[in-house]
């Protein structure tokens, strides 16, 4: 059975961090991306930052600058260090991870999201 395992999410004032994490079993093989989503109440899920097998980045313009992705392949874990946080970045943070394999093909998943909160 497929696991993402996010941890990381709070309460934390403006201007402050965060580091999430996303701990899967899915194989490191099978990983093409890996990424962080994130849903506030009323919004659409938006994909805020993105990570290649190959370790190119990929941002949303609302968090360039602040956010940064990054993965350990040999922990099968993505991380998402947030930086100079506004309360706007308020949200449900999903961990995504997105494989091929040739028994299931082409897989796209998400974690079960971790609340950051951005409060004074």
């Known amino acids: 059975q497929v696991q993402l395992v996010e941890s990381g999410g709070g309460l934390v004032q403006p201007g402050g961090s965060l580091r999430l994490s996303c701990a899967t079993s899915i194989s490191i093989a099978s990983i093409y991306l890996m990424g962080w989503g994130r849903q506030a109440p009323g919004k659409q899920r938006e994909l805020v930052a993105t990570?290649?097998?190959?370790?190119?980045?990929n941002y949303a313009d609302a968090v360039k600058g602040r956010f940064t992705i990054s993965r350990d392949n040999a922990k099968n874990t993505v991380y998402l260090q947030m930086n100079s946080l506004k309360p706007e970045d308020t949200a449900v943070y999903y961990c995504?991870?997105?494989?091929?394999?040739?028994?299931?093909?082409?897989?796209?998943?998400w974690g079960q999201g971790t609340q950051v909160t951005v409060s004074s």
């Open positions: 990570i290649t097998r190959g370790g190119s980045t």
């Open positions: 995504n991870i997105r494989s091929t394999d040739v028994l299931t093909g082409t897989n796209n998943y």
